[in-house]
């Protein structure tokens, strides 16, 4: 091993900042000694591995070639086999660096070396690659790579990106792509909104309802909320348990963790259009929600008995055994009260539980999902509200509201992901005035840009319990793939500086550079984005 590792990797001796066109911009790296000085790669070329823990991440590059170069490089595991061929060289060295998701890219004019002390740290490696090759069409004889030196790695360790299923539906295959647009970034959290008051989105064995009923609303709104009127369409649609699997695997040969979120105790009005007796209600007639907001005139919310908290257990088991993640999302926003307030069942509940009042009552909730959570070895995400009448011992949050709960819960010792609406949700607009319907705030690319997911507000000891932070893209306003990307990209590349690049090393005149070529390569991989930021 450690003969192998003389051979291919390197010694940086000096750095400067200099990000060049890579997003996001690398912690440290050193441009070649010429502009001139190239590596060229061509169909006599192989990518060598020297474990077969870097198949994956070899395999990911040789099709990346091949797809968008027409150039297939060989994968090989031995020396031998290399001959006098160049190669492009992917090396695992669990002593290498302290830090598993650190490597280092070394182009040289004979050859690319790549080292890291884990899988997912070359497979960062390659995405970094990937930014090096040509970003517009070329000849395909050859691909000219400029010699440069980086070692790199991620200032947070969750660094997320949503996507709501619910309100519009996306298929297996765009889930896919979206999946591939995280990895590109070096993101390594999805967060998987399944459930809603719009729609149940995965199947559910135990309780086909779910899938029946659930997942199918008879019309959807039209025009901004509260709308002008109803398409009166059927819509819907549902991911089976087997195409959960394949996309797990999928995301996870991209080192990228999928946190499935199961909505409770509000946004529930499809579960309750099926199954009525786990409401407040239960004698009044549900449908699956056509239009959008909080309901206080639909009842969305679940009643807290023992019947409803069985169905919710046989529920996230299915889910848990689905999902490898340690951690389940279970919602916990925008619970509107006025259910309880006017449930004789749930005033009773809250008497008999010593509880202050309903948000007393939303915190026993939680409580009780996640002592079941844990028991299953796994963790709950919630929504900020979670903390509303006390915080569950053990539970991740997720600031949405302004950063105030984030504070709350960092000061409380608990993990926290930074989303905050009027800085992190993509479904907002990116101009004052747009060119396609969107929820009617303004979120434009600085502001992603200039984000800061640490609040100056924490102590030192505190900021250690920032764990990162995501973007949330919301479907209310994005009924396709094409629109879902426009509203993604490139506030996808700005998320991905401020949660992957040193914060004293972000730029936004150089990262506004460097999209340029970035766009390019969007072009290449036949990407829909806002063109309005080209050249500006």
Request: proline share 6%; glycine share 6%.
């Amino acid at each position: 091993m450690r003969i192998i590792l003389c051979l291919f990797l390197f010694i940086i001796l000096t750095f400067k900042l200099n990000a060049q066109d890579i997003i996001p911009a690398p912690v440290e790296m050193n441009p070649g000694s010429s502009p001139n000085e190239k590596f060229s790669i061509n169909k006599n070329m192989v990518i060598f591995i020297n474990t077969i823990e870097a198949k994956p991440s070899a395999q990911f590059l040789s099709d990346y070639i091949y797809k968008y170069y027409n150039l297939r490089l060989p994968i090989v595991t031995e020396l031998m086999k290399i001959g006098p061929r160049r190669s492009i060289n992917l090396i695992i060295d669990r002593e290498l660096y302290p830090n598993p998701d650190k490597y280092s890219v070394s182009v040289l004019s004979t050859t690319i070396n790549a080292g890291s002390p884990s899988p997912q740290g070359i497979f960062y490696a390659v995405q970094t690659i990937i930014q090096l090759l040509p970003s517009s069409p070329v000849n395909t004889e050859k691909l000219d790579v400029s010699t440069v030196e980086i070692i790199d790695y991620p200032r947070f360790a969750y660094r997320g990106m949503h996507l709501d299923v619910s309100r519009h539906f996306f298929d297996v295959n765009f889930v896919k792509k979206y999946i591939d647009y995280l990895a590109l970034h070096k993101l390594n959290y999805f967060h998987w909104h399944l459930t809603d008051d719009h729609g149940w989105r995965i199947e559910i064995k135990k309780h086909p309802k779910l899938t029946e009923i659930s997942a199918w609303r008879n019309g959807t709104i039209i025009g901004l909320y509260p709308g002008t009127g109803n398409d009166k369409i059927r819509y819907g649609g549902y991911y089976t348990q087997e195409e959960v699997k394949e996309v797990i695997k999928y995301a996870a040969d991209r080192y990228i963790t999928i946190v499935p979120e199961i909505e409770m105790p509000g946004h529930s009005m499809a579960v309750l259009a099926a199954y009525p007796e786990f409401g407040t209600t239960p004698r009044t007639p549900t449908q699956v929600a056509q239009t959008w907001g909080i309901f206080n005139k639909f009842n969305n919310v679940l009643q807290p008995t023992e019947k409803t908290f069985a169905f919710l257990e046989e529920v996230l088991t299915e889910v848990m055994e689905l999902f490898p993640s340690p951690y389940i999302h279970i919602g916990g926003d925008e619970c509107s009260k006025i259910w309880w307030k006017q449930s004789a069942f749930a005033q009773k509940l809250i008497k008999e539980k010593g509880l202050k009042n309903e948000n007393g009552l939303q915190s026993y909730f939680i409580h009780r999902m996640e002592k079941f959570v844990n028991s299953k070895g796994k963790t709950i995400i919630g929504w900020d509200e979670i903390l509303d009448g006390g915080l569950a011992p053990n539970a991740i949050v997720m600031s949405w509201r302004g950063e105030k709960g984030g504070i709350a819960a960092a000061k409380q010792q608990h993990k926290v992901i930074m989303t905050p609406e009027n800085s992190m949700y993509f479904n907002h607009a990116q101009f004052m005035k747009d060119d396609s319907l969107t929820a009617a705030r303004f979120l434009p690319l600085k502001t992603v840009y200039d984000y800061e997911p640490v609040p100056a507000e924490l102590t030192t000891k505190e900021a250690e319990y920032i764990w990162g932070a995501q973007g949330n893209l919301w479907s209310e306003y994005i009924a396709n793939p094409a629109k879902a990307e426009y509203m993604l990209f490139p506030r996808l590349d700005a998320l991905s500086e401020v949660l992957w690049s040193p914060k004293n090393k972000r730029n936004y005149v150089d990262f506004k550079k460097r999209l340029n070529t970035q766009f390019k390569r969007y072009n290449l991989l036949k990407i829909n984005y806002s063109k309005r930021y080209v050249n500006k």
